[in-house]
């Protein structure tokens, strides 16, 4: 069963902005919510989560660029990426905590 499907990834330059959405199958009330990222041969990281409070936490390295978002009434989750860097390439996931699984992910490239 499929638990979150991620969605808005694409190319982009250096500078510019993506909104990637995750969609779950359920209710997220009771969840925090996170994204995290897998650039190519390197380990996943997380890079932001937003409590049920509506609290949010970001990974150093994209602190004042991203901004994490949650809508219950529709089970989405958001992730607004601005002043992209190429270092931010990587396939980007959404998850449930806890008891989440991961999707299929959704691919971010920003060229230089």
């Known amino acids: 069963q499929v638990d979150v499907v991620e969605s808005g990834g694409g190319l982009v330059q250096t500078g510019g902005s993506l909104r990637l959405s995750c969609a779950a199958s359920?209710?997220?009330?009771?969840?925090?919510m996170g994204w995290h990222r897998q650039a190519p041969g390197k380990q996943r990281e997380w890079v932001a989560l937003?409590?049920?409070?509506?609290?949010?936490k970001y990974a150093d390295s994209v602190k004042g660029r991203f901004t994490i978002s949650r809508d219950n009434t529709k089970n989405m989750v958001y992730l607004q990426m601005n002043s992209l860097k190429p270092e931010d390439t990587a396939v980007y996931y959404c998850?449930?905590?806890?008891?989440?699984?991961w999707g299929q992910g959704t691919q971010v490239t920003v060229s230089s």
């Open positions: 359920g209710s997220i009330s009771s969840n925090t």
């Open positions: 937003i409590t049920t409070g509506g609290s949010k």
């Open positions: 998850l449930r905590i806890p008891g989440g699984s």
